[in-house]
């Protein structure tokens, strides 16, 4: 089965940039790559997905290696309401999610 | 307001009382599944249901059971409770398996087990 590794916690100061990185080494051709975030005593939060090419939304950038076997999360300017425990996911096309341990994520003001 | 909702929240019981952890939600979504979340462990999958009538194991099942007959509903009963079932469980949906789909928790239930 598919896995995926994440550093267990990263810092960052307030309005920069956080890059959180995610190997997945053994991803098959249809994974689709899924980040979520979890604030304490909450389920998980939808963030962002991709299966090939970079993406964008609201909230931040996926940027997806061209082998598919690392990804990175984005956040543009880190605010203290993204201090958070932040999952990559990988989701087939079949019905099976496959976690990773998460990187807790504290932002310093 | 499109959610998950998941009964009860909290629960704590004894080895072998049989209970029931129910999941509902009002998005219309095909694709229903359940995970449980232990420290240093994360999130791992013990059951998913593509539609009505259709469940499969995911990577925990063991001790667990679950049921589809509606779409809105996937309960996840466990007929026997033993103590390493103490855990943070949560449900999610969305609109189908593949995974394209965004997938939507519901608020954790806690339970412990005696």
């Known amino acids: 089965d598919a896995k995926t590794t994440q550093p267990n916690s990263m810092e960052s100061n307030e309005e920069e940039p956080v890059h959180l990185p995610c190997n997945h080494s053994t991803i098959s051709g249809t994974d689709y790559i899924h980040w979520y975030r979890q604030l304490p005593s909450q389920g998980p939060e939808y963030v962002i997905h991709?299966?090939?090419s970079n993406v964008n939304n609201r909230m931040a950038s996926l940027a997806i290696a061209e082998d598919r076997k690392s990804s990175t999360l984005i956040l543009h300017r880190a605010t203290l309401r993204d201090a958070a425990v932040y999952y990559c996911?990988?989701?087939?096309?079949?019905?099976?999610?496959?976690f990773g341990d998460g990187t807790t994520l504290t932002v310093k003001p | 307001e499109a959610q998950v909702t998941q009964n009860p929240r909290y629960l704590i019981t004894v080895t072998g009382k049989k209970l029931t952890v129910t999941c509902s939600q009002n998005m219309n979504h095909e694709y229903m599944s359940w995970y449980r979340q232990d420290p240093g462990l994360g999130l791992r999958q013990i059951y998913y249901s593509m539609n009505v009538e259709a469940t499969d194991k995911g990577d925990v099942p063991e001790g667990y059971k679950v049921s589809r007959k509606e779409k809105r509903n996937f309960p996840l009963i466990l007929e026997s409770p033993s103590p390493n079932q103490t855990s943070l469980y949560f449900c999610?949906?969305?609109?189908?398996?593949?995974?394209?789909?965004?997938?939507?928790f519901g608020e954790g239930s806690r339970l412990t087990v005696l």
């Open positions: 991709g299966l090939t």
């Open positions: 996911i990988l989701r087939d096309n079949a019905g099976k999610s496959t």
């Open positions: 999610a949906s969305s609109l189908n398996e593949r995974g394209t789909g965004e997938l939507f």
